[in-house]
């Protein structure tokens, strides 16, 4: 036997093995190069949004300026009076109703179908409610219309006006009920099994698990389920443009009719504007608007889902 190869059997002796270079199938590399023009179409179609909603916003903002449009209470485009409030106040509005109505019952649905619900119940009641994601909000928009209003009406009298901007949050909480219930069922389901066996061991009910233990520890994905139910509610257009109204109203009175940012940006541009008019352009400061106050919404998501996050090994 040689000493190159008394060399390799021997104990002491390291071996380096070759670094296995694999070439890519023609598949591979294709659907690499294919899902890398995805991300970029993503990204510059995300990036164009931003550049056109920021050129148009700019040349609004040359005539207009930022302080009247920011703490202004008219908005009166044909006054040149472009005070956002009015429009604001009504969007918080409806946003505030639907999420009285979508968080309670979204939080309560994900607690049933993640704590309580049999296999087969949850396998029946979880595609049930998340039907509710696939109806056009036109549909809602016409139910709150012409069933919410009427309900309204028939309890608090004849103060709720035909368009209002209670039944249309109302309704609007109940488009965005799926997507809290969905998100906040997937933030419990992450709780750990090994959690509640203790606190079932220390002598706890299923109720003082559930609030003591698997509430808590599921926070960061709750909050951040609420605050995304929240951006869609506020970017929600076609409920609001049917139910709410069709004029700025700076009003407290949920009975009454009020415009929001975003049923005035689809009444007017479907109405016979000229193009580069101060009309024309406040649809993009308008829009502008919306993208920062999401973008801040998804920013605060992000950030408190990081900052209170279990991670459990």
């Known amino acids: 036997m040689s000493s190159r190869t008394l060399d390799l059997v021997s104990p002491g002796a390291q071996l380096r093995p070759r670094p296995m270079i694999r070439r890519l199938r023609p598949t591979e590399t294709i659907m690499r190069a294919v899902l890398l023009a995805c991300g970029v179409v993503s990204i510059a179609t995300t990036i164009g949004i931003v550049l056109v909603l920021g050129l148009e916003s700019l040349a609004f903002f040359r005539e207009v300026p930022l302080t009247d449009f920011l703490f202004s209470t008219t908005w009166q485009p044909r006054l040149g009076q472009f005070g956002i409030w009015p429009l604001l106040s009504a969007t918080l509005m409806t946003t505030t109703f639907a999420l009285l109505v979508s968080v309670p019952l979204g939080l309560a649905a994900a607690i049933y179908l993640s704590e309580y619900a049999h296999p087969r119940t949850r396998a029946t009641?979880?595609?049930?409610?998340?039907?509710?994601?696939?109806?056009?909000?036109?549909?809602?928009?016409?139910?709150?219309?012409?069933?919410?209003?009427?309900?309204?009406?028939?309890?608090?009298?004849?103060?709720?006006?035909?368009?209002?901007?209670?039944?249309?949050?109302?309704?609007?909480?109940?488009?965005?009920?799926?997507?809290?219930?969905?998100?906040?069922?997937?933030?419990?389901?992450?709780?750990?099994?090994?959690?509640?066996?203790?606190?079932?061991?220390?002598?706890?009910?299923?109720?003082?698990?559930?609030?003591?233990?698997?509430v808590p520890a599921a926070f960061s994905g709750l909050v951040a389920a609420f605050l995304i139910g929240m951006a869609r509610a506020v970017g929600e257009t076609m409920i609001v443009a049917l139910a709410a109204g069709a004029g700025p109203n700076m009003t407290l009175n949920p009975f009454e009719p009020a415009q929001t940012i975003t049923g005035y940006i689809a009444s007017?541009?479907?109405?016979?504007?000229?193009?580069?008019?101060?009309?024309?352009?406040?649809?993009?400061?308008?829009?502008?608007?919306?993208?920062?106050?999401?973008?801040?919404?998804?920013?605060?998501?992000?950030w408190i889902s990081r900052r209170f996050r279990e991670v459990y090994q």
């Open 125 to 214: 009641l979880k595609p049930v409610l998340e039907l509710l994601a696939g109806i056009p909000t036109v549909v809602y928009g016409f139910f709150a219309l012409t069933f919410m209003t009427p309900l309204l009406q028939a309890i608090f009298g004849p103060q709720v006006q035909v368009y209002n901007t209670f039944s249309a949050g109302l309704v609007m909480g109940i488009m965005i009920l799926p997507t809290i219930a969905s998100m906040s069922e997937d933030a419990l389901n992450a709780v750990p099994r090994a959690l509640r066996e203790a606190s079932y061991g220390l002598g706890a009910t299923r109720f003082e698990t559930i609030a003591k233990v698997v």
């Open 268 to 302: 007017i541009s479907g109405g016979d504007i000229s193009y580069d008019s101060l009309d024309y352009q406040s649809i993009f400061a308008l829009g502008l608007f919306l993208f920062l106050f999401t973008l801040v919404l998804n920013l605060v998501s992000q």
